[in-house]
């Protein structure tokens, strides 16, 4: 099973909004576990390395945004739903993308910046934005 599933990806104009989802699966999160990761979306275009969009601690107490998104994203995180979002408003064809939900086993308040340290990830959810 998937441990990470996002959805809400679509076709938008310029200027609109999204709002993505990522459950993280019951069998490798209890609630209890979910709580303790970092949650993180990172995204990759086409013929560009995958970066980090946003990232919340495993307390909402840090969150990061990547200067691209700082005040247009919001992360936000439902550890009862054991569910991350991602609100994207402005959107702008750069942030046409696969996005992708990822967890990080991380008890500090810092998101880390790098892939590698993200144990669980998803499968992506295609964002395009239309000039």
């Known amino acids: 099973q998937v441990p990470l599933v996002e959805s809400g990806g679509g076709l938008v104009q310029a200027g609109g909004s999204l709002r993505l989802s990522c459950a993280a699966s019951e069998s490798t999160f209890s609630r209890s576990t979910f709580s303790r990761y970092a949650m993180a979306w990172f995204r990759q275009a086409p013929g560009k390395d995958r970066e980090l969009v946003a990232g919340i601690s495993w307390n909402s107490g840090g969150r990061y945004y990547a200067d691209s998104v700082k005040g247009r994203f919001t992360i936000s995180r439902d550890d009862a739903r054991n569910t991350v979002y991602l609100q994207m408003n402005s959107l702008k064809p750069e942030d046409t993308a696969v996005y992708f939900c990822?967890?990080?086993?991380?008890?500090?308040?810092?998101?880390?910046?790098?892939?590698?340290?993200?144990?669980?990830w998803g499968q992506g959810t295609q964002v395009t934005v239309s000039s």
């Open positions: 990822a967890a990080d086993f991380n008890p500090t308040y810092a998101v880390r910046q790098s892939a590698a340290p993200y144990e669980y």
